[in-house]
């Protein structure tokens, strides 16, 4: 089976959903396809907001996961999350394109409070993370390609009709699918996957036994 996630890597709520994706993946990654996608929450545009509004939505996000996050990677109203996105796509597009990036660059920003949303900063986080020379990164990232990857995705998912991310959409071999949007937790993820896992052995197994007429 398919899983793929539709993230911001600076999103609260993705970086949240990343911590119950590794429970997933360690309940059910053998039989689990898993890749990430990036979708915009702001675009190109700006947050338009500061410091003090993201330390209220981490206090609300505390309230309901028990995990405090630093604001302090935000700057001011002018921030966005946009290079640092980039940045984890040219990385995907030198070849890494696991999990390791994007975890980075959400803990630099989101537990250690760092302005990742800066370009060079990204770079340097995800370089390290990646194994990459800072020049290579730099020089994909200005790859025109990157952003139009990015920006597709983001189209990608807003098709969905959903708009809440994290999104996650699973992908079965029978095939059925389902999409969680806004979901961080990993108990309705692991519901689901255990279903149509469930569902999807059952179903090949039947065809096995009793191939079709």
Known sequence: MKATIYLDVLSLWCL??????????????????FDWR???????SPLGYGRDAEAFYYRRGAHLTGA????????GPETTTLDANLVAEAARSLGKGGRDVPRALMDA??????????KEIAVEVAA?????????????????RVRDTVLATTEEMLALGVSERPVIVFE????????????WAYEPMAALCEAMLRDEERF???NAEYPQP
């Not at 990036?38 to 190109?44: K, Q, T, V, W």
């Open 16 to 33: 949240y959903a990343d911590r119950s994706v590794d429970r997933l993946l360690s309940e059910y990654g053998q039989r689990l396809q």
């Open 38 to 44: 990036i979708s915009l929450i702001r675009g190109e």
């Open 68 to 75: 405090t996050l630093n604001p302090n990677w935000l700057s």
């Open 109 to 118: 920003a989101m537990i250690e409070g760092r302005e990742v949303w800066r």
């Open 128 to 144: 390290e993370a990646a194994g990459l020379p800072r020049d290579r990164l730099a020089t994909a990232l200005a790859d025109p």
């Open 172 to 183: 079965s071999a029978i095939p059925d699918r389902a999409i969680l949007s806004g979901i």
């Open 204 to 206: 090949l197994a039947f």
